[in-house]
């Protein structure tokens, strides 16, 4: 079927306010040379909407450009079915919200209107360039691959299998159950969290074996793991016997282990009557809370941040300490009233609802809670350990003599054991990449289970410092999102942040130079290389960030909607003001998840944004390749944004590695550009999220002023 173009321009929502609509349809018609072209009121209402699909029907138009709101708004309401293109030009946001209107005699602003203007012909020149989306087809699998089978493991398959899907649970000992199996009680997760509850793990594992729709593997691990997800080839040890099978997705589930207390000589653990909070919940289980001599223990010290929260252990801290003391306190009282508890921290931390266990424990008169800093534990003369503690809230040091003393040790993931859970065969190696501590890298603000390998979902312990109950919904939470992977890409869609896309990356391998750098850069492990170097994607492993098109020197990747062609088409669109005109062009790249939003908000808010850039909407900064700078300075542009989302150790990008990419790149064209005797200024990158929305017209015009300073791009008109 032939292509055809209908640019269709909303006068709605203030929009003839600040444009004279009729001439943006003349600039459609006679400029991009559209065959239909029309304008409505309302473009989204269901006279609008009928306007474009007679005109699909009766004129054969299957290539929409719609000049009207965000493309954040109505995606549904101008879905026109598969195998048509619809482009949206945010002529609402970028022009009739944000610049200059009519003034009182009913004339029109110049440079309001050649905004306007502009933008209908970059994004019909966009939509020129568009190609059409398809699913990447494939055999799913709708198996689903739990490796760990603790608390979390076991909830994650339970809750899948509760869904209707088989799960292949697989765990490295001979039982399930993990470490909280082996725990004398365990901390309230019931109205009204005052008091320890039964352990109930052991019911879990009966449910968890008993369930039709789960295998369970024990004494088993994973040898290797190829493929993508829908399709991933397992590979199994069990008990010697090498298994196969395929799974759509997977949920790594492997837990913590507590930290090493041996290293924690400092707080005494060389003392024979200094234990670890490990130690001590076998003491209670065994009903036996005794001293080393085996005489009973009357009067016990829990020192907290036992190794956490400090350089010279763990920095952070470890979330569970302060319940499981407030929880071992219980045991001592329970199992013998005459003891006592003495809880020395530095901060309490029982958030929510458990500040009612906290509370229960408090009002014990045997349970003492002191706040201070421990600066010395020392051993006495009859085995008992003395404890100092400094900064208390009395403003003095305050000795302590106990019969004995638990370190409330932190927790650190199993990935710091040296072993690898998944073995994956991916050229960016075996193993989840890392944020920090050992910790599998997300996007933490956004996305808490997902890791930058698509289809494989960190849950629990292993994911980051929590406790049991945090780790059931943990576990619940990732076995949807694996269940969605897998669903999705069965429909041939990308899972997140993207969902639902079509597009995928496209290369013209007859040009690569095989320089690797896509496969080196993707932070998601998509592309692998076969034996002469050439990169070969595996599809469903991508997130459609665009990195790698970013990446490529020659430019031979590209997506369906998103490509170098496009974005010079588009920057290139309409006729550059010469240096004469005294109208700067300032081209900013926004990258679609932090900084497009910034400029909705903005718009929404009537906040008057510099008349002089046009914006280009990028779905990641990622994508930036140096050929759009090159492109751009050349057309005449006098200086480039690019904003999107902050990188660092704090990143905030969809994409994690994005931003930074981006900055890495700029580095480098600025140095290029000045050896050309141009200022290195006129191309800078900004961080920027939703709360800036106030600060944008301020960041726009700084930079317009600095650019207006050096004066016009001396490349300008030639």
Aim: glycine share 8%; aromatic share 8%; hydrophobic share 35%.
């Amino acid at each position: 079927m032939d292509n055809k173009i209908g640019v269709y321009i909303c006068s709605g929502c203030d929009i003839d306010q600040a444009l004279d609509v009729e001439e943006l349809a003349k600039v459609a018609t006679k400029e991009c040379k559209v065959p239909v072209c029309k304008t409505h009121p309302f473009l989204c209402s269901e006279e609008g909407v009928q306007l474009l699909k007679e005109d699909q029907k009766n004129e054969g138009v299957n290539r929409f450009m719609i000049a009207a709101c965000s493309q954040r708004y109505h995606e549904a309401t101008f879905d026109m079915g598969e195998e048509n293109i619809v482009v949206r030009a945010p002529i609402r946001e970028y022009v009739a919200w944000t610049q200059k209107t009519k003034d009182d005699s009913g004339k029109f602003d110049e440079d309001t209107q050649l905004a306007g203007e502009e933008y209908i012909q970059m994004y019909t020149a966009k939509l020129k360039k568009h190609g059409v989306a398809e699913p990447y087809e494939q055999d799913t699998s709708k198996n689903l691959l739990v490796i760990g089978g603790g608390v979390s493991g076991m909830t994650a398959a339970m809750e899948a299998a509760n869904a209707g899907y088989s799960v292949n649970l697989v765990e490295k000992e001979d039982h399930l159950g993990g470490f909280c199996l082996n725990e004398h009680k365990l901390i309230p997760a019931h109205a009204p969290f005052r008091e320890p509850e039964i352990n109930s793990v052991s019911a879990a594992v009966g449910a968890v074996a008993s369930n039709d729709l789960i295998t369970v593997h024990a004494s088993s691990f994973v040898v290797s793991i190829s493929g993508q997800p829908g399709e991933f080839q397992v590979k199994l040890n069990s008990s010697g016997e090498i298994k196969e099978f395929k799974s759509g997705a997977i949920i790594m589930a492997t837990g913590s282990q507590p930290y090493d207390a041996a290293k924690l000589t400092e707080l005494g653990i060389q003392y024979e009557n200094v234990v670890s909070s490990a130690e001590f919940e076998q003491m209670a289980k065994s009903g036996n809370i005794v001293r080393k001599d085996g005489t009973p223990a009357l009067n016990i010290g829990f020192i907290q941040c036992a190794g956490s929260r400090t350089p010279d252990h763990l920095s952070y801290c470890s979330g569970t300490c302060c319940m499981d003391s407030l929880k071992q306190a219980a045991y001592i009282r329970e199992q013998n009233p005459e003891a006592k508890a003495h809880i020395i921290y530095r901060d309490m931390r029982t958030p929510g609802l458990y500040e009612d266990f906290y509370r229960s424990r408090q009002n014990d008169p045997g349970v003492f809670l002191t706040q201070g800093d421990v600066v010395g534990v020392n051993e006495t003369g009859d085995k008992n350990i003395s404890i100092d503690v400094d900064n208390t809230l009395f403003g003095e040091q305050v000795s302590l003599e106990m019969d004995l003393v638990v370190l409330a040790v932190g927790q650190v993931p199993s990935t710091l054991n040296g072993e690898s859970a998944l073995n994956l065969e991916y050229r960016q190696g075996p193993d989840l990449p890392e944020l920090k501590y050992g910790y599998p890298d997300s996007h933490f603000i956004c996305f808490p289970y997902e890791t930058r390998r698509t289809g494989i979902y960190a849950v629990g312990s292993v994911r980051q410092p929590m406790d049991i109950n945090d780790a059931k919904l943990d576990a619940t939470g990732a076995a949807l999102k694996a269940i969605q992977a897998i669903e999705l890409t069965d429909q041939g869609k990308t899972v997140h942040p993207r969902v639902g896309d079509l597009t995928f990356p496209e290369f013209a391998l007859s040009r690569c130079t095989s320089c690797k750098r896509c496969t080196e850069e993707c932070p998601f492990g998509v592309l692998e290389e076969d034996e002469k170097g050439t990169p070969f994607p595996n599809p469903a492993r991508c997130r459609s960030c665009g990195v790698c098109m970013g990446s490529c020197p020659v430019q031979i990747i590209s997506f369906k909607d998103s490509s170098p062609n496009i974005f010079k088409e588009m920057m290139t669109s309409y006729e550059m003001p010469d240096e004469f005109d005294e109208k700067p062009r300032v081209l900013i790249f926004a990258c679609e998840n932090d900084a497009l939003p910034v400029f909705d908000m903005a718009a929404m808010n009537r906040l008057e944004i510099n008349t002089n850039v046009r914006i280009i909407p990028m779905r990641c900064l990622g994508g930036l390749n140096l050929i759009y700078v090159t492109d751009a300075l050349s057309y005449g542009y006098d200086g480039i944004m690019f904003m999107g989302c902050a990188f660092g150790d704090d990143y905030q990008c969809h994409f994690v590695k994005g931003s930074e990419l981006a900055n890495t790149r700029l580095t480098k064209v600025q140095e290029t550009i000045g050896r050309l005797n141009l200022e290195s200024e006129r191309i800078q990158q900004f961080a920027i999220s939703m709360n800036d929305y106030e600060k944008l017209p301020k960041i726009i015009n700084d930079f317009v002023e600095e650019i207006e300073d050096f004066g016009p791009n001396p490349f300008k008109g030639m």
